[in-house]
């Protein structure tokens, strides 16, 4: 069954339901998931699974990779950087989700729109919503992680938005080293462009990735871009 909309469309228009009707967010998301067909919103995303880009990536990962996962607002990006962590969980490895901008909540209600209840993986996810985060931050926090923990960080513009934090091109480059000896993965969100126009490209690409700083793209082993629910997964170097 085709959705009237890909599933983050669908994600968003249930957030709003549940703020303009005062309804709990699962409940919006089941009343979207029966207008689309289904009986509940976990069925939904069980159906819509087997077509997510998710566990076609993650297949193309390998540890000590750095990945750029990049979209527009609104275009999934968060929700499928939580994708990835899942298919790493469902492998038996670690996932951690660094992030400058959700809450603990938020990510709850996105692992929800994903159609995965949290508790399942206990032990094996970690959220971490700290103010510091940063390169040496993560660093620290990873320095115990298994080969094979994939690390999400949301998102790449805001690493070096304190003052005090070096350079992003510095982090980048000791995240690089470090996820290479320590063999992890980790994933960079990352904005794109306003000035990408997809009448002209229907999907973004090196070239759309917003930079108010310096940083050599090519520090990046692959990319994944999404816009309106399709992606392009490609090796950068």
């Not at 692959?222 to 170097?237: P, S, T």
Request: aromatic share 8%.
């Amino acid at each position: 069954m085709k959705l009237s909309a890909p599933v983050h469309q669908l994600k968003r228009k249930s957030k709003r339901l549940a703020r303009d009707e005062n309804i709990p967010l699962h409940q919006a998301l089941d009343r979207t998931a029966r207008a689309e067909g289904f009986d509940a919103w976990s069925l939904l995303v069980a159906k819509m699974a087997a077509a997510s880009p998710a566990g076609k990536l993650f297949g193309g990962l390998a540890p000590g990779d750095l990945v750029l996962l990049a979209a527009r607002p609104g275009h999934g990006k968060t929700l499928m950087g939580l994708e990835l962590a899942v298919e790493a969980m469902r492998s038996g490895h670690r996932s951690v989700f660094f992030s400058l901008e959700y809450t603990e909540k938020d990510v709850q209600d996105c692992f929800r729109a994903i159609g995965v209840e949290w508790p399942r993986f206990d032990g094996l996810f970690t959220f971490d919503g700290s103010d510091a985060i940063s390169a040496d931050h993560m660093i620290e926090r990873l320095g115990t992680a298994p080969r094979g923990t994939l690390a999400v960080v949301d998102y790449l513009q805001l690493l070096d938005q304190r003052r005090e934090n070096p350079d992003l091109a510095v982090q980048v480059r000791a995240l690089k080293a470090f996820a290479r000896d320590k063999g992890l993965i980790i994933v960079f969100i990352s904005q794109i462009d306003r000035s990408y126009d997809p009448a002209s490209r229907p999907l973004p690409d090196l070239r759309d990735v917003r930079l108010p700083n310096p940083l050599d793209l090519k520090l990046f082993d692959k990319g994944c871009f999404l816009n309106d629910g399709e992606f392009r997964f490609q090796a950068v170097n």
